[in-house]
């Protein structure tokens, strides 16, 4: 892609504000369909984002068939269960209340594994912080879920799900380490809030305070 | 920030592609400064990124000290010396011909922690993937790093560095753990190929060998 280097005016500059405002983390679906080319444009568009060494560590599973997703809504359950029994009281109903992932009607699965085992990159960069491989495909996926949002997609992450038993239904290679299972589909709603604040979970840190000086 | 959802049109999408496809990792900065309420407002758009249990577990330190400045340096020194002994031949040489950061020129210096010791989300999702707290952090840089981009700013993650050794010298709380140190500043110059695939180090795979079906 050679060409002059785009200019960015303040009205792009304002739409990107509104998506990074208006992204969220998504749990109820349409079961409207999702065509599969715009997720293979999405991953595209992820692929282009920064890795340690350029090592390009991403992994997309689309998980499509009812065995493996019952296989993951089985290990979010379990996961679930585990954690529901750690909190006590007040916090275990409200815990019980939340609505926390949307794995029964998104109608896109996608499983994203960083491959510990590709030799890409040439250890540039992970002698020092080796789990900079691991960020390189966080990195990735923050990108897809600003790009989903872009087309009015919404995207879910689950991590309430047991890594290796995840990696181990889907037949993914021994050292690929999931980083990520998302839940995408079209979002039955819209909110500048994140559902765990609307319900009472987490509040908003004032932004000024997470910031200091040295 | 109530409202209607903002409807993002295809040359919106069109713009953020182009915003994707020209951040690089920049290494090669101008010394011209960057205004400190520019780099605020990087830091409150990057904190409407996604946590795990809305945990916001982001904390922002801007390195100004030369004191600092000077004891990330030699971590770097230190961290790229034995990086370089690790290669042999024809590789090694090609490693010392790279340049890997920027440190030297970049006006500003931002270290990105996570609050590992932060009740924020109380665990909501960390018992499962207890990684999640870092990764959410990468998602807010990678937020952070599309943002700057929009306003003209490079941006370099440094990642051959010692975490540990660079937050004792950061004087950083105990349980907070360096995600990225981050150097920002005006670019010399642009490109849409990575320095690293530029300079021979590693190509670029192609996406649609990246993503398969379960």
Redesign the interface.
Known sequence: ???D????DES??A?????????R?VRRFTAAPVPRELI?SL???A????S?????P????????QH?RDAVRQSFER?NA??LA??DGE?RAL?ARLK?EGLDVAPVQLAVFADEGAE??????????P??L??SV??A???L???A????LGLG?V?????EIVARA??VPADWRL??YLCIGWPQE?H?D?E??RHG??E??A??K?????
Chains 1, 2 share one sequence.
């Open positions: 892609m050679p060409g280097p785009p200019v960015f792009f500059r739409a990107l504000r509104d998506l990074v405002a208006w992204r983390d293979a991953v595209e568009l692929s282009l984002s920064p340690v060494g350029f090592s390009q991403w992994r997309f599973v689309l998980v499509e068939s493996c996961a585990e954690a750690a909190y916090r815990y926390l890409t990159g040439r250890e540039l960069g992970m002698r020092s912080m789990e900079a691991h960020y966080v990195g996926i923050q990108t879920w600003l790009a949002r872009a087309h009015g992450w991590s309430i799900i047991e890594p889907l037949s980083i990520a819209e500048t994140p765990l604040e979970w987490e908003r840190l932004a000024d997470l910031i200091s000086v040295r």
